[in-house]
């Protein structure tokens, strides 16, 4: 019973002491000096509302941690035997005679906590020694949260859909890189730049805590630095309020004693991050290819007896064309490896989709990913296998026009787009947090039997916008207003879809009457308001960092926003249109998708990077 006392009472002294030394008081809140420091303020001020906001973060973690322990210590022999003796007394006809069961099956489970439960409980209690005896960390004392953010100096700056940071690999963090802006965390400086990164999303990784790695052994109890830091890292950003989700994208035979790590996040991924496509693309496929079979990589000592029966017995033909084992290949050399052969085998479903990608043919041991795959049952025998290769090393490499039905699967389903949005949801956070995938439709349409062609064109899109906007136009300003309730009603169905509905009412005789009250609080004409800038005005109104012109009662392909997109994920180009050639960059094109600024302004500019889809 002391047990329990103890921890309430540290929970109520830690309670005690945030009103006592941490938390700031009203008045001090509410000072306008202290709550938005302008310019002009005193800098005294401000940095008195920093050392208040650093203190009443670390009484937080501080409560963090005893709730955690104290939660452990609910669940040990000595409350559980208090508990079984007050049940005893209470009710000791009924609950007296199982007492003597109830000891042994303590006495059979004594030794303590064992599992995430035991790794907490020390974890908590080892945060807590140092929170109490080590005080302020030097740097955390001199750096003011929200300084470091990249690019806040800029008074132009416009924050990324998605700020990510956490335990990541240098791997990861260039293929998060084109969808997310990405802060890694090192030991020695995790909490600061936890800070100051100003992250939406925490990620742990177990794959950055292997051999060589700045939080290698992190798990292993022979790392109890490593460990104790990661677990500040853990509950200082659940005490900020940011998710924290576990990736476990690696065996766990290989990172042993991370079931406290899972435990402790969020939620917990099992997933890796997808293909990002900006790496693994046919872009510079060339023509012509070798066809002899190339398993990329170093063989794995850990797979199945059956798999390495196979992949041994065709490494190990003498007639043409045997199965190439590479080696060891650089993560940085591999979409140019990819690109120079026209046929791999491989055992892992994530090198098959790379590969396939990179408009490579893929024989797949065991189950394959994707039905442009051939595979080849694990248990069958090694002549089923010749035979297959025998077969593809015969046909000519694969051309962009082959690979772009597999490009599209996988842009649609495996892409690292789709595996952060995922990520976003399982940490609540909104929809359409990739930046590269916000697209805007931008049409016109007078009437609901406009707005009804445009929407029955766009529904049968494989890849629906985030965002149409439509100028309603008419020849006055009432029958504009008029004209724009027609087109949203007609929308309705979009809508329902998640697509962003904004119709702008827009008058196409003479000066436009329905704009913004002037200074004298009537109606300011507009005389820029013509037909034939309204893709500018129309890129003015949209609010998604992509565009896509479209005209109502065009006869467009199912496949014609996707194919867009792609191209623009792949080639991470400025517009993409069709230019003639196909899948390469060019230098004259009519653009189909660009960036918002390409068609708001009247001057794009040079030194644009223009795409060129087919």
């Known amino acids: 019973m002391s047990e329990q006392q103890g921890p309430g009472a540290e929970v109520g002294a830690l309670l005690d002491s945030v009103t006592e030394a941490g938390e700031p008081d009203a008045a001090a809140l509410s000072d306008p000096g202290l709550a938005d420091p302008g310019p002009a303020a005193n800098p005294g001020l401000a940095?008195?509302?920093?050392?208040?906001?650093?203190?009443?973060?670390?009484?937080?973690?501080?409560?963090?941690?005893?709730?955690?322990?104290?939660?452990?210590?609910?669940?040990?022999?000595?409350?559980?035997?208090?508990?079984?003796?007050?049940?005893?007394?209470?009710?000791?006809?009924?609950?007296?005679?199982?007492?003597?069961?109830?000891?042994?099956?303590?006495?059979?489970?004594?030794?303590?906590?064992?599992?995430?439960?035991?790794?907490?409980?020390?974890?908590?209690?080892?945060?807590?020694?140092?929170?109490?005896?080590?005080?302020?960390?030097?740097?955390?004392?001199?750096?003011?949260?929200?300084?470091?953010?990249?690019?806040?100096?800029?008074?132009?700056?416009?924050?990324?859909?998605?700020?990510?940071?956490?335990?990541?690999?240098?791997?990861?963090?260039?293929?998060?890189?084109?969808?997310?802006?990405?802060?890694?965390?090192?030991?020695?400086?995790?909490?600061?730049?936890?800070?100051?990164?100003?992250?939406?999303?925490?990620?742990?990784?177990?794959?950055?805590?292997?051999?060589?790695?700045?939080?290698?052994?992190?798990?292993?109890?022979?790392?109890?630095?490593?460990?104790?830091?990661?677990?500040?890292?853990?509950?200082?950003?659940?005490?900020?309020?940011?998710p924290v989700i576990f990736i476990r994208n690696i065996p766990a035979q290989l990172a042993p004693g991370l079931d406290w790590v899972a435990a402790s996040c969020d939620a917990v991924s099992d997933e890796g991050f997808g293909v990002p496509l900006a790496r693994f693309n046919p872009i510079g496929l060339a023509g012509s290819r070798p066809g002899d079979p190339v398993y990329a990589g170093v063989r794995d000592p850990r797979q199945a007896p059956a798999v390495r029966a196979l992949l041994d017995a065709v490494a190990a033909d003498t007639g043409p064309g045997p199965v190439r084992v590479t080696g060891e290949v650089p993560w940085r050399r591999r979409p140019a490896m990819y690109r120079e052969h026209a046929l791999f085998v491989t055992a892992s479903a994530d090198q098959a989709r790379e590969q396939l990608a990179c408009g490579a043919r893929v024989i797949m041991i065991g189950a394959g990913p994707a039905a442009d795959i051939v595979p080849v049952a694990v248990a069958a025998d090694v002549p089923v296998l010749r035979e297959k290769l025998a077969a593809l090393r015969e046909c000519p490499p694969l051309s962009v026009a082959e690979t772009l039905p597999v490009l599209r699967e996988i842009f649609t389903a495996q892409a690292t787009p789709v595996r952060l949005a995922a990520l976003a949801r399982l940490a609540g956070l909104g929809d359409h947090v990739i930046a590269g995938r916000r697209i805007?439709?931008?049409?016109?349409?007078?009437?609901?039997?406009?707005?009804?062609?445009?929407?029955?064109?766009?529904?049968?899109?494989?890849?629906?916008?985030?965002?149409?906007?439509?100028?309603?136009?008419?020849?006055?300003?009432?029958?504009?207003?008029?004209?724009?309730?027609?087109?949203?009603?007609?929308?309705?169905?979009?809508?329902?879809?998640?697509?962003?509905?904004?119709?702008?009412?827009?008058?196409?005789?003479?000066?436009?009457?329905?704009?913004?009250?002037?200074?004298?609080?009537?109606?300011?004409?507009?005389?820029?308001?013509?037909?034939?800038?309204?893709?500018?005005?129309?890129?003015?109104?949209?609010?998604?960092?992509?565009?896509?012109?479209?005209?109502?009662?065009?006869?467009?392909?199912?496949?014609?926003?996707?194919?867009?997109?792609?191209?623009r994920e792949c080639a991470q180009a400025d517009a993409a249109g069709y230019g003639g050639a196909s899948y390469a960059f060019t230098a004259s094109l009519d653009p189909a998708l660009a960036r918002r600024e390409y068609f708001a302004a009247g001057d794009p500019g040079h030194g644009l990077r223009l795409f060129s889809v087919s």
């Open 47 to 242: 940095a008195e509302r920093d050392r208040l906001a650093r203190t009443l973060r670390e009484t937080r973690l501080q409560l963090a941690m005893t709730q955690a322990r104290l939660a452990a210590l609910e669940q040990s022999s000595t409350m559980e035997l208090g508990r079984a003796l007050v049940r005893a007394a209470r009710r000791p006809w009924s609950r007296g005679v199982q007492l003597p069961a109830d000891l042994v099956r303590l006495w059979r489970e004594r030794g303590g906590l064992t599992g995430p439960g035991a790794a907490t409980l020390a974890l908590a209690s080892a945060q807590l020694g140092d929170l109490a005896g080590g005080g302020e960390r030097f740097l955390s004392a001199l750096t003011a949260p929200g300084l470091g953010a990249p690019g806040s100096e800029a008074p132009g700056w416009t924050p990324p859909g998605l700020v990510i940071t956490g335990v990541l690999t240098a791997r990861t963090c260039a293929t998060l890189a084109t969808d997310a802006a990405v802060h890694p965390l090192l030991p020695h400086d995790a909490d600061v730049m936890l800070e100051s990164a100003g992250a939406d999303l925490v990620l742990i990784e177990a794959e950055a805590m292997l051999a060589g790695s700045a939080w290698a052994y992190a798990g292993d109890p022979a790392g109890t630095d490593r460990g104790r830091r990661l677990g500040r890292l853990i509950a200082a950003a659940r005490a900020l309020g940011k």
């Open 440 to 567: 805007a439709v931008l049409s016109r349409a007078a009437d609901a039997g406009a707005a009804a062609a445009l929407a029955a064109g766009l529904a049968g899109q494989r890849f629906l916008p985030a965002e149409l906007v439509v100028q309603a136009e008419a020849p006055d300003a009432a029958s504009a207003e008029l004209s724009a309730r027609a087109v949203t009603a007609a929308l309705a169905g979009l809508a329902d879809r998640g697509v962003a509905i904004r119709a702008v009412p827009v008058v196409t005789g003479g000066p436009d009457t329905s704009g913004r009250p002037g200074p004298g609080g009537q109606p300011e004409p507009d005389d820029h308001r013509e037909p034939a800038d309204w893709l500018a005005r129309a890129a003015t109104e949209a609010r998604s960092p992509w565009v896509v012109p479209w005209r109502a009662g065009g006869e467009y392909p199912g496949t014609y926003l996707l194919d867009l997109a792609c191209a």
